[in-house]
Antibody, heavy 121, light 107 residues
């Protein structure tokens, strides 16, 4: 059974940093691209970043580029999202997602339970 | 970025009814579209990818259609467990973008 378990969320002051992690199980982690998607309470979904199987390629949405860093450790079946210079608008539930690539298109076929990040003074 | 305009924002329907949700992309997305269901307090789950391919384990009452810029999700014979939010997502161009969602309530 595929499982993605996030950890590391919490309350952080604006301008500070936070690192969230996602431990994967039930599949060969190193064979899949991975991603982070966030959701503001009662609002829609927003893709944040993706990382290739070996970690060589990373992609970010413009609003987090230069502030967030996605990484992975295939030996530990874990991906990370390092969030620096946090802003109030980064407050959201952050989901770890497995990104499946199918003939050029990609979609998120498994999601974690989500971790809440609140940026507030 | 490609904008995904999803409609309606909400709808209410009865058990057994058939409903449709539409997503219109701001540019052609060549069927690179997925649909997700998110139940209250849960994480999203994929229903359909490549516009019309049913994800393993998803009931056949869910179906997807469309081409170019217009895509739809149809739910035939509504069941109580279908009450949820539904989102579309394009992956034709980075960044992947989602529709704003449709809240489906059962009468």
């Amino acid at each position: 059974e595929v499982q993605l378990v996030e950890s590391g969320g919490g309350l952080v002051q604006p301008g500070r940093s936070l690192k969230v992690a996602c431990v994967a199980s039930g599949f060969t982690f190193s064979n899949y691209d991975m991603a982070w998607v966030r959701q503001v309470p009662t609002k829609g979904l927003e893709w944040i970043a993706s990382i290739s199987t070996g970690g060589d390629y990373t992609y970010y949405r413009d609003s987090v580029k230069g502030r967030f860093t996605i990484s992975r450790d295939n030996a530990k079946n874990t991906q990370y999202l390092q969030m620096d210079s946090l802003r109030s608008e980064d407050t959201a539930t952050y989901y770890c997602a497995r990104q499946r690539v199918y003939y050029g298109l990609s979609y998120f076929d498994y999601w974690g339970q989500g971790v809440m990040v609140t940026v507030s003074s | 970025d490609i904008q995904m305009t999803q409609s309606p924002a909400s709808l209410s329907a009865s058990l057994g009814e058939t409903v449709s949700i539409e997503c219109v992309a701001s540019g052609g997305i060549s069927n690179d579209l997925a649909w997700y269901q998110q139940k209250s307090g849960k994480s999203p789950q994929v229903l359909i990818y490549d516009a019309n391919i049913l994800q393993d384990g998803v009931p056949s009452r869910f179906s997807g259609d469309g081409s170019g810029t217009r895509y739809s999700l149809k739910i035939s014979g509504l069941q109580p467990e279908d009450e949820a939010d539904y989102f579309c997502q394009q992956s034709y161009k980075y960044p992947p973008t989602f529709g704003a969602g449709t809240k489906l309530e059962l009468k």
